[in-house]
């Protein structure tokens, strides 16, 4: 069984900086990809960005620029680094990998996924 827990969320003015890490435990294979995803309340899961096996990143247009999604090289843990952060940038915010043959177009449904840590920018 797969466990993902993530850390470093937190309250942050906006053009403030978060870095946010998931621990990731349970498995002994290569990632065929790893990602975030976040949710905003009231609101539908939205791809934030996504790593591939073979390396190749993935984000999302609103975020694009501003965060970077790395990887230890065991890929033990991914991070996601936010700069120039936004209000609107503001939910909780999952990591989540797959085990798969192809990576589905979002983390929002890759097979395992952590609870979360909370992201709040005020204005």
């Known amino acids: 069984q797969v466990h993902l827990k993530e850390s470093g969320g937190g309250s942050v003015q906006a053009g403030g900086s978060l870095r946010l890490s998931c621990e990731i435990s349970g498995y002994t294979k290569d990632f065929t990809c790893m990602g975030w995803f976040r949710q905003a309340l009231g609101e539908a899961r939205e791809a934030v960005a996504a790593i591939e096996k073979g390396g190749k990143e993935t984000y999302d247009a609103n975020v694009q620029g501003r965060f970077i999604i790395s990887q230890d090289n065991d890929s033990s843990t991914l991070y996601l680094q936010m700069n120039t952060l936004k209000p609107e940038d503001t939910a909780m915010y999952h990591c989540?990998?797959?085990?798969?043959?192809?990576?589905?177009?979002?983390?929002?449904?890759?097979?395992?996924r952590g609870q979360g840590t909370q992201v709040t920018v005020s204005s």
């Open positions: 989540a990998v797959y085990t798969g043959r192809w990576c589905p177009s979002t983390p929002a449904v890759y097979n395992y």
